[in-house]
């Protein structure tokens, strides 16, 4: 698997350091999601469509 590069944190990942969130980076029809506090292990890859799903449920009441 092709590196990474292009990893984003969230705007809402807190002050300091930063390490209380995901980050996201794009690949060529797929999405990645890792750990700050732990970039170097295992990624999550989705394709857009469930992505899409994924960010409507995390900004949603549901997943509160």
Do not use: Q
């Not at 809402?12 to 690949?27: F, I, K």
């Not at 990645?32 to 949603?60: I, Q």
Request: hydrophobic share 35%.
């Amino acid at each position: 698997m092709r590196s990474i590069n292009n990893w984003r944190k969230s705007s809402y990942s807190g002050g300091g350091d930063g390490n209380n969130c995901v980050e996201v980076a794009t690949r060529a029809a797929r999405f990645a999601v890792r750990d700050t506090k732990a970039p170097a292990r295992a990624t999550l890859t989705f394709p857009p469509d469930a992505f899409a799903h994924f960010l409507e449920g995390v900004k949603s009441d549901a997943c509160r």
